[in-house]
């Protein structure tokens, strides 16, 4: 992948409106079993659920708590975007962890 501005992650179809859009961790990586490069930056999103779940929630390390998490906007709607404005940086892997 070459080097972004931001990077997003598009979400463009749901199977099911009645279920959330949530997010738990959202890492880019330089390398494969690199380092996350999404430090220091800016989360941004189509949409949240309340205040408690911001995009930063998609970025910020933690895995632990499902409180901890970016939930789009319900009732759900496709599409939503899932952005991250680092430092100009060129990716090879985007990992991404959702619960069940």
């Not at 890492?27 to 941004?44: K, L, P, W």
């Not at 911001?54 to 939930?71: C, Q, R």
Request: charged residues 15%.
């Amino acid at each position: 992948m070459s080097a972004h501005l931001y990077w997003s992650l598009n979400v463009t179809e749901i199977l099911d409106p009645d279920y959330t859009l949530e997010i738990v961790e959202l890492e880019m990586r330089s390398a494969i079993g690199g380092i996350n490069q999404c430090s220091g930056g800016i989360a941004t999103a189509t949409s949240q659920s309340n205040a408690n779940h911001p995009p930063s929630k998609a970025f910020d390390g933690v895995i632990e708590y499902a409180e901890l998490t970016w939930i789009a906007e319900y009732p759900f709607s496709a599409p939503q975007r899932l952005s991250y404005l680092p430092q100009p940086t060129f990716l090879a892997l985007l990992s991404l962890l959702t619960w069940e």
